[in-house]
């Protein structure tokens, strides 16, 4: 069992009916998203070509930022606002869309936008699945 999955159990209130796997599922996809976007920014500016690669580094930046804090507000349960975590994670969904776009223009270039891309797809997926399943 995730750690994710482990604290969502343990959480003391009714979660209020929201799907508990798919939550901990796109939790962890933002985590896994954070951390391949700060390493691939990372990776990109030690690249020969990182003149050319400033757009990606930015996008990889502000995806993993949105991840970061979308994961952090999905994370919190007391006082629950539905609008505020739809808004997350559409402001989400859309970061990892234009961050996953812009590495997979580099993906044949450079391995680390190639996983990072597929990285940015799976989490923009999970974001929308749990926007549905929010009503």
Do not use: W
């Not at 343990?10 to 954070?34: F, H, M, N, R």
């Not at 609008?83 to 402001?91: D, E, K, P, S, V």
């Not at 990892?96 to 996983?115: L, P, Q």
């Not at 990285?119 to 749990?130: I, K, M, N, P």
């Amino acid at each position: 069992m995730h750690t994710v999955e482990q604290m969502l159990k343990t959480y003391p209130k009714d979660l209020g009916g929201i799907d508990t796997a798919k939550l901990a599922a796109t939790i962890q996809s933002l985590v896994e998203c954070a951390q391949a976007c700060t390493a691939c920014a990372d990776a990109c500016l030690s690249e020969d070509t990182v003149a050319d690669l400033t757009k990606c580094v930015r996008s990889n930046l502000d995806c993993a930022d949105a991840c970061s804090a979308t994961a952090n507000i999905l994370s919190r349960h007391t006082g629950y606002d539905a609008n505020i975590t739809r808004t997350f994670l559409q402001a989400c969904a859309t970061a990892c869309k234009a961050c996953g776009d812009e590495c997979s223009r580099h993906a044949d270039m450079h391995e680390h936008c190639r996983a990072c891309a597929e990285a940015c797809r799976s989490c923009e997926q999970a974001c929308r699945d749990l926007i549905a399943n929010l009503g």
